[in-house]
């Protein structure tokens, strides 16, 4: 069945850097866009990134833009997020998803909490 697993997520002190990693399997890895979300506690979830099925063409929410990158491994099926200069706003649950077409699957999250 089609499994979405985030890891490397934790408590990290503003400044310091983490890398989020997706493992997936049960489907096509390489035809799926994939994303990451994020859920902070009362507001609703966001678009932190996105990259196309190739790798060859990424997106990013402003508020992440030059801090955080997106990228893909299609012989591993992975996907990963490398975040750097994280703030306190940046504490939330992160979600990797895959997209095709109208076909979308969501990991389980992984909490990030930026705190001294």
């Known amino acids: 069945q089609v499994q979405l697993v985030e890891s490397g997520g934790g408590l990290v002190q503003p400044g310091g850097s983490l890398r989020l990693s997706c493992a997936a399997s049960?489907?096509?890895?390489?035809?799926?866009?994939m994303s990451w979300y994020r859920q902070a506690p009362g507001k609703e979830r966001e678009l932190v990134a996105r990259?196309?099925?190739?790798?060859?063409?990424?997106a990013y929410a402003d508020s992440v833009k030059g801090r955080f990158t997106i990228s893909r491994d299609n012989a591993k099926n992975m996907v990963s997020l490398q975040m750097n200069s994280l703030k306190a706003e940046d504490t939330a649950v992160y979600y990797c998803?895959?997209?095709?077409?109208?076909?979308?699957?969501w990991g389980q999250g992984t909490q990030v909490t930026v705190s001294s």
């Open positions: 998803k895959a997209s095709r077409g109208v076909v979308h699957y």
């Open positions: 990259i196309s099925s190739l790798g060859g063409s990424t």
């Open positions: 049960g489907f096509i890895f390489s035809t799926y866009a």
